[in-house]
T-cell receptor, first 108, second 111 residues
Framework: NAGVTQTPKFQVLKTGQSMTLQCAQD?????MSWYRQDPGMGLRLIHY???????DQGEVPNGYNVSRSTTEDFPLRLLSAAPSQTSVYFC???????FGPGTRLTVT | DQQVKQNSPSLSVQEGRISILNCDYT??????FLWYKKYPAEGPTFLIS?????DKNEDGRFTVFLNKSAKHLSLHIVPSQPGDSAVYFC??????????FGKGTSLLVTP
């Protein structure tokens, strides 16, 4: 039982590049979400999903896309990376009871 | 406009004493309140929660108090241990998920 896993742990992108942050859970939870944390800030909700095929926007969704084709996976896509998206990204499940270890993204 | 405020960026407490971390929120519609602990380079770890129908919830050394009229919650850790040194976030919700987080309080427990 791995809980919530995130890949990669670290990533450096150039402005304008695209990438997908992966999040997977093996606890069969319907609810999954993505947060970002910036220095000196709390976590802010980007997108969330209450089940396969259902997603909704959080507080800071601009520049990010999500989809939920399976219960296990909830990838976060950056379509055209910007320096403002430099942050640490956390995936969570079950009403934010379980968080993944995070992906540290730097956009230059 | 910040809906959740943790006004103390840091707190230092001696081992064995009580640690009290505070959190204020602005919207009376929030009905679910949580505390998380976070170590560097790790994801947040859920500690304890409370719903708006209660004013106190205990779990071992951790107790959360909710004062709805003051829109205030606090986390008490008794006794504090060096391993409790971490950043503590409070979070609130009116849905059970999609949380609003405070900026965190860094707790240092000294031997």
């Amino acid at each position: 039982n791995a809980g919530v896993t995130q890949t990669p742990k670290f990533q450096v992108l150039k402005t304008g590049q695209s990438m997908t942050l992966q999040c997977a859970q093996d606890m069969n939870h319907e609810y999954m979400s993505w947060y970002r944390q910036d220095p000196g800030m709390g976590l802010r909700l980007i997108h969330y999903s209450v089940g396969a095929g259902i997603t909704d926007q959080g507080e800071v969704p601009n520049g990010y896309n999500v989809s939920r084709s399976t219960t296990e996976d909830f990838p976060l896509r950056l379509l055209s990376a910007a320096p403002s998206q430099t942050s640490v990204y956390f995936c969570a499940t079950l009403g934010e009871q379980y968080f993944g270890p995070g992906t540290r993204l730097t956009v230059t | 406009d910040q809906q959740v405020k943790q006004n103390s960026p840091s707190l230092s407490v001696q081992e064995g004493r009580i640690s009290i971390l505070n959190c204020d929120y602005t919207n009376s519609m929030f009905d679910y309140f949580l505390w998380y602990k976070k170590y560097p380079a790790e994801g947040p770890t859920f500690l304890i929660s409370i719903s708006s129908i209660k004013d106190k919830n205990e779990d071992g050394r951790f107790t959360v108090f909710l004062n709805k009229s003051a829109k205030h919650l606090s986390l008490h850790i008794v006794p504090s241990q060096p391993g409790d040194s971490a950043v503590y976030f409070c979070a609130v919700s009116n849905s059970g998920y999609a949380l609003n987080f405070g900026k965190g309080t860094s707790l240092l427990v000294t031997p």
